[in-house]
């Protein structure tokens, strides 16, 4: 079983910044890739970015790249989301998830463990 707990969310201007944590424990040996997902009210849950924890090599949704970057610290065993030039359509609860697949997936489908999410509003 692995636990993930998503922090940082919040309130913020449009052209401003946030940085989402995710810090896992439990089984954190048996995942490989962790990714970022945001929902808004009356969507899908879409992809946001992804990290592979032995690499670090990264992967983004068109609409956030170059302004979000993914990242980790597997000391800590965390991934963290930059972001930056927020827009009000960045508004989403954004959830943090662990797969056991080997390379980047975006498919949502394809992650095991899911964190609780965390709220991540742009005002305009």
């Known amino acids: 079983q692995v636990q993930l707990v998503e922090s940082g969310g919040g309130l913020v201007q449009a052209g401003g910044s946030l940085r989402l944590s995710c810090a896992a424990s439990g089984r954190t040996f048996s995942y490989r890739t962790m990714g970022w997902f945001r929902q808004a009210p009356g969507k899908e849950r879409e992809f946001v970015a992804t990290?592979?924890?032995?690499?670090?090599?990264?992967y983004y949704a068109d609409s956030v790249k170059g302004r979000f970057t993914i990242s980790r610290d597997n000391a800590k065993n965390t991934v963290y989301l930059q972001m930056n030039s927020l827009k009000p359509e960045d508004s989403a609860v954004y959830y943090c998830?662990?797969?056991?697949?080997?390379?980047?997936?975006?498919?949502?489908?394809?992650?095991?463990?899911w964190g609780q999410g965390t709220q991540v509003t742009v005002s305009s």
């Open positions: 998830a662990a797969s056991s697949r080997v390379g980047f997936t975006t498919d949502s489908l394809n992650y095991d463990y």
């Open positions: 990290i592979t924890w032995s690499t670090g090599n990264t």
